[in-house]
């Protein structure tokens, strides 16, 4: 009779619940139920998370020298017996990247200054000389041996490089020639320290 009692009891308390409670347990079981269908497709399983593939990106930077700007011409000018002198004569800028720096040679491509037309006459070109702006002393050209102008053992500055210059003059006064304007190529090359 007591257990009867109990249970009567019992569903005339879950009666008593107001519909708007009864509602809103009905509610979020089914937003559960949707909740799961939604994380979980019909018919799969709980998927392992997707494997991580690395890949390495790698940049190759080479060597890289470059003489650029440099002077086309250059002209000393005086009489016979004068030991002209150019300043400054030929400027130009050096770039390179290599950990060991670089170096810069001139030579010119040919023994002698030579005339115009049918003036015969020859300048040698090892009464020219050479130096850096701001050096410690003149070095003679050559057309058999490459004289150099510069040197350092550390990269340049940022591109485009080291603004460099030379210094010219005659090492002996300037031969008993005829007046004219004598000419000679000279060969700038910058190459990487080993």
């Known amino acids: 009779m007591d257990e009867t009692i109990s249970h ?14 009864r509602l809103g347990t009905l509610a979020a079981g089914v937003a559960l139920a949707a909740g799961s269908m939604a994380l979980l497709p019909a018919g799969r399983a709980l998927a392992a998370a997707t494997p991580v593939s690395p890949s390495t990106a790698n940049v190759a930077v080479g060597s890289g020298i470059a003489l650029t700007l440099l002077t086309p011409a250059f002209t000393l000018t005086g009489i016979p017996g004068d030991i ?5 004569a030929v400027t130009m800028d050096v770039f390179s990247n290599n950990a060991t720096g670089y ?22 070109v090892t009464d020219l000389s050479v130096e850096e702006t701001g050096g410690t002393g003149y070095l003679p050209l050559s057309s058999t041996t490459a004289t150099t102008v510069y040197t350092q053992a550390t990269p340049s500055a940022a591109t485009p490089g080291d603004a460099l210059s030379n210094d010219y003059e005659f090492n002996t006064g300037i031969p008993d020639v005829t007046p004219d304007t004598y000419t000679v190529t000279l060969d700038y090359v910058a190459t990487d320290n080993p």
Not at 105 to 110: G, P, R, W
């Open 103 to 124: 170096n810069v040679t001139v030579q010119a491509a040919a023994a002698n200054l030579v005339g115009t037309g049918t003036n015969a006459d020859l300048i040698p």
């Open 8 to 21: 009567a009891h019992r569903i005339e308390k879950r009666r008593r619940l107001p519909a708007a409670a």
């Open 84 to 88: 002209p002198v150019a300043p400054a």
